[in-house]
């Protein structure tokens, strides 16, 4: 505790002394929580990020590489893009290919998929 000194009394009152912590850094990506709100300013070609069954991906490298082309990316910049991965048939290999560019995951609470009560689709990787 720190002392203080208040006024023309010079009465002392203990205040918390508050130190600074280092941010943790996570081991994996599945460990990093990203809100929505965090989510949502990467939704430009320069910083795309998308979410795909509840986990984040930066995909601003691989949006040249689309087969699609990035345009298509881009449309879900920034937010969930789930359905229009599923609805588009992407193969098992496009599912494990997102892998390297999985950043992160939604908190628990933001999540539609992978949680209990969430939504269950068959192919979701765990």
Same mark, same amino acid.
């Given at each position: 505790m720190?002392?203080?000194?208040?006024?023309?009394?010079?009465?002392?009152i203990?205040?918390?002394?508050?130190?600074?912590?280092?941010?943790t850094?996570?081991?994996t990506?599945?460990?990093?929580?990203?809100? =929505? $709100?965090?989510?949502?300013?990467?939704?430009?070609?320069?910083?795309?990020w *998308?979410?795909?069954?509840?986990r984040? /991906?930066?995909?601003?490298?691989f949006?040249?590489e689309h087969?699609?082309?990035?345009?298509?990316?881009?449309e879900?910049?920034?937010?969930?893009?789930?359905?229009?991965?599923?609805?588009?048939?992407?193969?098992?290999?496009?599912?494990?290919? =997102? $892998?390297?560019?999985?950043?992160?995951?939604?908190?628990?609470?933001e999540? *539609?998929?992978?949680?209990?009560?969430? /939504?269950r689709?068959?192919?979701?990787?765990?």
């Amino acid at each position: 505790m720190a002392t203080v000194f208040s006024g023309f009394f010079s009465n002392s009152i203990s205040a918390p002394k508050i130190e600074a912590t280092p941010m943790t850094i996570l081991s994996t990506a599945e460990e990093r929580i990203i809100t =929505l $709100e965090d989510i949502s300013w990467h939704d430009t070609a320069k910083d795309c990020w *998308i979410i795909i069954y509840d986990r984040v /991906y930066d995909i601003t490298d691989f949006l040249d590489e689309h087969p699609g082309g990035g345009d298509i990316l881009l449309e879900y910049a920034g937010r969930d893009a789930s359905i229009a991965f599923r609805g588009s048939g992407h193969s098992r290999q496009a599912v494990r290919s =997102l $892998e390297r560019f999985c950043i992160g995951e939604l908190p628990m609470h933001e999540r *539609i998929f992978r949680k209990p009560g969430g /939504y269950r689709l068959s192919g979701i990787p765990e």
